[in-house]
């Protein structure tokens, strides 16, 4: 199994799990085009796309869906209350609802949802299970705060593609609008750096091998404050080595091979 993110940051995201011949998105919050583009990059079919996975109705995950699936008969799973209460797709026949913690067989892949908390209508995270050999990665993020679904999904994972979205002094000192900053950096909005270097920190077992950070604030964060940080909390375990690197918006993260 494969995965990278084709692209990560506040203004889209989507990310790419392969199995041979099948792949899967998790969110296309990018533009059709692109996806073609970043895929044809790393020479990957679009055609071999058998499913996205919604995470949360923000236009930075879902604006490139519509076009995506009908051009490639692509369906669309995500949970009722967001098929419902936003638009995805305007053919509904590709439209297919999914519950919390239910588990999907496509391609040789199991994709597991769980729900997390963040201001959205029913936030979902997933973690996809290679069949052919049980590893496991768990794509994590927009998250307020690291619940116990978190928690669990990161001690099970192979390989983490996990929020890292900002710097506190960096948010408090920012240009953004106090309502804007204190959502960003309360339990609904988005995990920061010492959030998430403490979530592997604490709940990473041994056999976790690559964390990818993800989502990061274009304002209020820097990939090498993201790295530095998350690589000096790491070195608290003696038992954990990951490989740590930084997906950003603007181009192919490096590609994780589970295997």
Known sequence: MEVCALSSGSSGNCFLVSNGNNSILIDAGISCKKIEERMLSINKKVEAIKGIFVTHEHSDHIKGIDVFSRKFNVPIFASKRVIDESFLCSKEELICPIKKDENLIIGGMEVVSFSKVHKAVDPLSFTIIDNKNGKKVS???????VCNNIMENISLSNSLFIESNHDPEMLENGPYPCFLKKWIGGDTGHLSNMQSALSILENAKSKLKSVSLCHLSEHNNTPQL?????????????????????????SVSEIVKLT
Do not use: Q
């Open 226 to 250: 993201a790295m530095n940080l998350h690589r000096t909390m790491i070195k608290h375990r003696f038992d954990l080595k990951p490989k740590i690197f930084v997906s950003t918006k603007d």
């Open 139 to 145: 794509i994590i993020t927009d998250a307020g705060h």
